[in-house]
């Protein structure tokens, strides 16, 4: 508790904790510290995962833009809020399909990018072997990827999607490391940052501490 502590005073003091928010819901912090376990299975891990993005999209789409429209219940007519714009959904491969599922059940009908990013063990930097999008000029985009690291991949995904133009990007993750919330406001600083928990550190081989292990390899049972 000290050491998550001491990490956001090293934010405040570099100015770069406006624009991280941290979803501190019981619901999802239980569900990420069973998330955690070592023992959890592939499976649990899966069910887990959906069900907790399914909260955390609750969180990022909290300020979507709504505009009144008029409709007719069973007994009158009236004005009602709907959205007046669908965010879009770009998923870091291959980790972030597993966040994509429950953001897509809370937006089903949100358009779908994916960007594939690989992180070279030796440098630690994004190597991309895939990108396709939808059109997301002008729209929302939300970008999602459970682990925020060293902030490599992310920085490079958004780095791509902005390429696209959209009006406004925001980025959805599991676990954030304080050095990749700073990496990220360093180079993306116009994007704010959805997560559950923001961890202690990354160790020597930029891996989450305590963190939960690799996302992808839990995710998929591989080793």
Known sequence: MELITIAYCCLMDQETINGLHVVEHPLVQHKLTEMRRKDTTSQNFRTLLNEISLLLAYEVTRELPTEEV????????????????????????????????????????????????????????????????????????????????????????????????????????????????????????????WTASLDERLNEKGYIMPGLGDAGDRIYGTA
Do not use: W
């Open 70 to 193: 008029e409709i007719e219940t069973p007994l009158v007519k009236t004005k009602m809020p709907q959205l007046s714009a669908i965010p879009s959904v770009v998923s870091i491969l291959r980790a972030g399909n597993g966040l994509l599922e429950g953001v897509l059940q809370v937006i089903p009908n949100a358009r779908v990018g994916h960007v594939g990013l690989y992180r070279d063990h030796d440098t630690l930097q994004a190597v991309e072997y895939y990108c396709k999008f939808p059109p997301l000029e002008g729209g929302m985009t939300i970008v999602v990827d459970p682990m925020l690291a060293t902030g490599n991949s992310a920085s490079a995904a958004l780095t791509r999607v902005k390429e696209e133009k959209p009006f406004s990007i925001r980025f959805l993750c599991l676990l954030a490391a304080p050095e990749g919330v700073k990496a990220l406001r360093e180079t993306h600083p116009d994007v704010e940052i």
